[in-house]
């Protein structure tokens, strides 16, 4: 089992930045298996949708509304995924969650942490 904990949401003015931080824990084997880590958002009334993505080996994905403005890093070391956000819009709050992929042992999800982007 993984448990994933967020944090660095908050509230945000429009052109504004946020890093987010995702830490995993639990048994070193489960760690280990983790093949991929990323966040996605579920803004109110809408579905839950891909923010950025990356890989045991570095490639990384974006969706569309990150893409240019996101920047997704893992430290394997720290079990820790980071997800910076620049020039946010009021289009980018919603609750955003922690995912992580193994292929042996499923998928994992956090709590979420809310981002709002307001003046």
């Known amino acids: 089992q993984v448990q994933l904990v967020e944090s660095g949401g908050g509230v945000v003015q429009p052109g504004g930045s946020l890093r987010l931080s995702c830490e995993g824990s639990?048994?070193?084997?489960?760690?280990?298996?983790?093949?991929?880590m990323g966040w996605y958002r579920q803004a109110p009334g809408k579905q839950r949708e891909l923010v950025a993505q990356?890989?045991?080996?570095?490639?990384?994905n974006y969706g569309d509304s990150a893409k240019g403005r996101s920047a997704i890093s893992w430290d394997s070391g720290e079990n820790t995924v980071f997800l910076q956000m620049n020039n946010l819009r009021p289009t980018d709050t919603a609750v955003y969650y922690c995912?992580?992929?193994?292929?042996?042992?499923?998928?994992?999800w956090g709590q979420g942490t809310q981002v709002t982007v307001s003046l």
């Open positions: 995912n992580a992929v193994s292929p042996t042992q499923g998928t994992y």
């Open positions: 990356i890989f045991s080996g570095g490639i990384a």
């Open positions: 639990g048994s070193i084997s489960s760690l280990v298996s983790l093949s991929a």
